[in-house]
């Protein structure tokens, strides 16, 4: 990274990013790299889920990127979080929009002093994980997502990205729009959605269906203790949580 150009820091700062891409191309590696590229600048991801951002901090963290997840959980066990974030002591900073949002979120209100312009300056890139949420949650369920355009008013020299695996082209559209992406400033990285191991399989349930061990199919059979380490990690989906303890209880 020692060899980069300043051309290059300068080429890859000055545009946005749209990703969309399959697992295999590692999107969220794009942008774990793209920040190594620039000295004493961190980076804000905003992620959906904190189970999501635990697991980006640990990818992080075995390539050598010093990265933390900001949760209300993180901020008590350490109440001089956002004063190190604000003096750069982290290269990436996972956080959930409403944390970039909402009035009462200590880091929204850094963001929006205007005397803490040297803190906007050090973010080197804003980046919205899984943007496909902005047309999915924005308009009822989180509807911070939806808002998370209106950051570039406050952050109006900061490169935005956005990537996901779960989208179409009407709805890029929308989260285009929705983010303020301009057409003609902004790059698209399409790749193939062809992934291998994600496949429709239809099996035929022995039984009525209707009993919980009908499900049992997944469970290899004369599978001995032994093996159970080895059994592929599986996932039923249930509509009701007291069927699903029970199934959960019988498997």
């Excluded at 604000?86 to 959930?96: I, K, Q, S």
């Excluded at 929009?97 to 312009?117: D, I, S, T, Y």
């Excluded at 239809?202 to 203790?225: A, Q």
Aim: charged share 25%; proline share 5%; hydrophobic share 35%.
């Amino acid at each position: 990274m020692d060899e980069i150009q300043e051309e290059d820091r300068s080429y890859v700062s000055s545009l946005e990013q749209e990703w969309e891409s399959t697992e295999v191309y590692q999107k969220t590696l794009a942008f774990q790299i793209a920040i190594m590229m620039m000295a004493s600048k961190f980076e804000l991801v905003a992620t959906p889920l904190n189970r999501l951002g635990e697991d980006q901090v640990e990818k992080c963290q075995k390539i050598g990127l010093c990265a933390v997840l900001l949760t209300s959980d993180a901020q008590e066990r350490d109440p001089k979080l956002i004063g190190k974030i604000a003096n750069g002591e982290y290269d990436l900073v996972y956080l959930a929009p409403e944390k970039l949002l909402q009035p009462n979120q200590p880091f929204a209100c850094l963001l929006k002093e205007v005397r803490n312009n040297k803190v906007v300056n050090k973010i080197g890139f804003l980046i919205i994980d899984e943007c496909y949420l902005v047309e999915d949650w924005g308009e009822e369920f989180r509807t911070d997502y939806a808002r998370l355009g209106t950051l570039r008013e406050h952050l109006p020299r900061v490169p935005f990205g956005a990537c996901t695996t779960t989208t179409t082209p009407e709805k890029h559209e929308k989260i285009r729009v929705g983010l303020g992406f301009n057409p003609y400033e902004s790059i698209r990285i399409l790749e193939k959605v062809n992934r291998p191991n994600l496949f429709y399989a239809v099996r035929i349930i022995e039984g009525s269906g209707m009993g919980e061990w009908d499900l049992n199919f997944p469970i290899p059979k004369n599978l001995t203790t032994e093996q159970i380490q080895d059994m592929p990690k599986t996932l039923i989906y249930i509509d009701h949580k007291k069927k699903a303890s029970k199934i959960a209880t019988v498997l």
